[in-house]
């Protein structure tokens, strides 16, 4: 879940009310210019200052912009809580005073989460199952890979997915769905009003409907007349479980819409990606229910690809190792090459459609040492299921040995980076970066070590969704395992190694570590090549002295700060993946979240 810009500040409360912010400041002493700060109810994402002067309390809520910057009404933007904090501690610019002193919560006064916070939660997650019928680990990794993303989405358009909203309905039709079935006091549904996007809250009380409009005011907030504003109608309706605002009675029991409860809508429907599956003759019988156009400038997300989930919908397929040659169309199209042979494109048929994928077509069958190699592949392959990881679909044995897998169309990422450089932000690396480093966790974590993991070997299935490919090098541990020693020397991408694997062989997740963060360089300089054109010694050398690759010129200082901790020579004191995730999922939030202008950068925390 992406992070409170303000969890950091030492004066930050969260979910306190106006009464309790009071109670803090009286209890730490009332000096004038003593100051704390809160999360606001009713804006998203807003705060509210709360300032002692002359024995005196002054609030002053600040709101989260539609551009991601912070300010008080009438006062200066800022591009975050702790910047508009410092901002005021040196100039009043229209406050009681300036802030002097910051209120500090004790150690055992934990920020308090508001209701919104659990709330948001749970509707992430109902918003990323019913628009993509993702769940369990799936779902999981779609929140934390698009956080920052699924919340925008959900502030706008996330009451299209609740059970209460009708869609646009007569006020007469909502009146006959709510005499429907029982008819308790409280029980609502919310509709369209007419094609101006305002809405109506039909309410039963005393076994009579009441209709109220919803207020949509011109800064776009919504409200009842005369009640508290909100930024989206949901939170609105939230707000209205708890408390009446004005309408005869609070709200209870949602009327429930049938199409939205029942029809759940099909990956891809929403959005434009192309769906991969070629539905079975009939269709697949679910009704899917009409939602507003998506605007122009939607990126397309991970999960509005097919490639996101596993296409064996029953993981007993998986055990299916091989594909049969009935099975296979392959295309003349040739994606790459290597020193095994070539990757062709074509389309894979099963029981429920077909499936774009990449054949990677064995050379010369002949020859026992690469064939022994692309087996092994195959088995690590076979054992991984990641969204952010090349899936082996199965192997086929005919004239040739083929691998079957997933289908990256948009290609390698250093090639597309450098065919690229104008196009693609900062905050679009930061973002691939991170599913890198989510792929690599999950590696870490299931105890494989990929020892080729390079800008080369991420390939993308489109601009926003990235892959770890080419398991050719990669090797399971044994469970009491920490490392694997290569007894024989290959080709193998030096300028990409860690010391220990350089000097004593010796692979772990550790080294792959030091790898991401050549990965790292390499995209951030747009594909650029590491070391440029060093030789191996002279790269050694340059280690061992301590030296390391500079920040590419477009690179944010806290990614090249994750970059060195990467490069750290000792593999006992570099970080793990789990940090390394941690790092560019806590960077990627921020400046996700605020919408920040390119080149400028946010505080990080720390992996180390
Ligand atoms: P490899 O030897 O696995 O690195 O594959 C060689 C080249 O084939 C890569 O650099 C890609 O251009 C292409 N390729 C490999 N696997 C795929 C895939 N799953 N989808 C699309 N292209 C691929």
Redesign the pocket.
Known sequence: MSADPAAELPFFYGSVSRVEAEEQLKLAGMADGLFLLRQCLRSLGGYVLSLVWNLEFHHYPIEKQLNGTYCITGGKSHCGPAELCEFYSMDPDGLACNLRKPCLRSPDTPIRRGVFDSLRENMLREYVKQTWNLEGEAMEQAIISQAPQLERLIATTAHEKMPWYHGKITRKESERRLYCGAQPDGKFLVRDRDETGTFALSIMYGKTVYHYQILHDKSGKYSMPEGTKFDTVWQLIEYLKMKSDGLVTILREACLNKATIQTPVLPSARRPAAPRYTPPPGGLGIATKPLSPIPANTEVLPMDCAEFVNPYHNPNDLKKFYIQREQLMIDEVE??????G??K?GVLKTDKGQID??I?VLKNDNEKLVREEMMREAEIMHQLDNPYI?RMLGLCQTDALMLV?????A??LN?FLSSKKESVTTENIVNLMHQVSMGMMYLEEKNFVHRDLAA??V?LVNQQFA?I??F?LSKALGADDNYYKARTLGKWPLKWYAPECIKFHKFSSKGDVWSFGVTMWEAFSYGGKPYKKMKIPDVIRLIENGERMECPAKCPEQIYAVMKDCWTYKHEERPDFKKVEGAMRTYYYSISNKGQPEGQTEAATPIK
């Open positions: 994606l790459g090459s290597g020193n095994f070539c990757v494109k994928v990449a990677k090349v897998m997933e289908m990256a169309s290609g390698p090639k080369r070997n390939l892959k490919s080419d050719g």
